[in-house]
């Protein structure tokens, strides 16, 4: 069985950097053909993908957060992260993590955490 858990703060600062871990237990992140997925859900909205961090190769996001995002891999934690940098109250949400298997479906999903940008 696959399991994901979300952590980090779940309040920002705005203009701080909000970083966030998704640890994975019961498969290898390494493990093709899965891409590891954030995903955030703003208040009152629909779900919105934010970027990607493939089994092989380089992570790859939504163009809008391109200039203000880092995803990246811990393969000896078996987890991966998101860096979202200068955040705004409208990145505030929950977020969550998950994995693709492959042929563009989300099989396994983290519980989510909630992130408030406020000071």
């Known amino acids: 069985q696959v399991q994901l858990q979300e952590s980090g703060p779940g309040l920002v600062s705005p203009s701080q950097t909000l970083y966030l871990t998704c640890a994975v237990s019961?498969?290898?992140?390494?493990?093709?053909?899965?891409?590891w997925m954030w995903v955030r859900q703003p208040p009152g909205k629909g779900l919105e993908w934010i970027g990607a961090?493939?089994?092989?190769?380089?992570?790859y996001g939504r163009p809008k957060f391109a200039s203000r995002m880092t995803l990246s891999r811990d393969t000896t934690q078996n987890q991966f992260t998101l860096s979202l940098f200068a955040v705004t109250p409208e990145d505030a949400g929950v977020y969550y993590c998950?994995?693709?298997?492959?042929?563009?479906?989300?099989?396994?999903w983290g519980q989510g955490i909630q992130v408030t940008v406020s000071s």
């Open positions: 998950a994995r693709d298997n492959g042929n563009f479906a989300m099989d396994y």
């Open positions: 019961g498969d290898s992140i390494m493990t093709g053909p899965f891409h």
């Open positions: 961090i493939p089994y092989l190769g380089r992570p």
